[in-house]
């Protein structure tokens, strides 16, 4: 298994443009998430969903929208880049009824370094 | 919503000691977990951990539900666990919708 898969890895945007960061994981997992990360914030919660068509917000989700039409992707769009985007964004997944050992853990993804200049 | 606070923000330790970090949160929670971030920005799952006790070699996890804290041991630390350490909760059912505590960033050195 590849795990959770994001791409692209780095980025650089202008304010203004619009981008998807993807996110893919072949683990059966009905959750995904997308988290940002900023210098002295932790981890903070975006977007989620529990499942394919089925998405909620999390605590910072202006500025950004995603879909999931299936089991496997969870893509994050940024409509209109801000510097205030700037930022790492992690993918993360977890849940597989078929996996009772692991079953809630949330396993991520390596990670895409976005700058917004 | 829930607060997770996490301490001792930095901890430096040197190469074979033993170290507690501390997660306290402000809620009832049924999902806990432990992670670790390391210098290059791998987040990797320690534990899984809403009660009780669990142990993976040099490192254990205790969570006490009904006083909302958990602590995370290592022992025999090693330059390798280098990093920072994240607790981080989820209250209810709510389709793995975890929130982070600051995390405690850990030097060890050789």
């Known amino acids: 298994n590849a795990g959770v898969t994001q791409t692209p890895k780095f980025q650089v945007l202008k304010t203004g443009q619009s981008m998807t960061l993807q996110c893919a994981q072949d683990?059966?997992?009905?959750?995904m998430s997308w988290y940002r990360q900023d210098p002295g914030m932790g981890l903070r919660l975006i977007h989620y969903?529990?499942?394919?068509?089925?998405?909620d917000q999390g605590e910072v989700p202006n500025g950004y929208n995603v879909s999931r039409s299936t089991t496997e992707d969870f893509p994050l769009r940024l409509l209109s880049a801000a510097p205030s985007q700037t930022s790492v964004y992690f993918c993360?997944?977890?849940?597989?009824?078929?996996?009772?050992?692991?079953?809630?853990?949330?396993?991520f993804g390596s990670g895409t370094q976005l700058s917004v200049l | 919503g829930i607060q997770v606070e996490q301490s001792p923000p930095d901890l430096i330790l040197q190469e074979g000691a033993n170290s507690t970090l501390r997660c306290n949160f402000s809620d009832s929670v049924n999902n806990l977990q432990w992670f670790h971030q390391n210098p290059w920005g791998q987040l990797i799952n320690l534990f899984y951990?809403?009660?009780g006790t669990k142990q993976n070699g040099r490192l254990s996890a205790t969570t006490v539900a009904t006083e909302r804290y958990s602590l995370l041991y290592i022992s025999s630390s090693q330059t390798t666990d280098s990093g920072v350490y994240f607790c981080?909760?989820?209250?209810?059912?709510?389709?793995?919708?975890?929130?982070f505590g600051q995390g405690t960033e850990l030097s060890v050195k050789p």
């Open positions: 969903s529990v499942g394919a068509g089925i998405t």
């Open positions: 683990m059966n997992h009905e959750y």
């Open positions: 993360a997944s977890s849940y597989s009824i078929l996996d009772r050992v692991n079953n809630e853990k949330l396993f």
């Open positions: 981080a909760v989820e209250r209810g059912n709510q389709g793995g919708k975890l929130i």
């Open positions: 951990i809403p009660s």
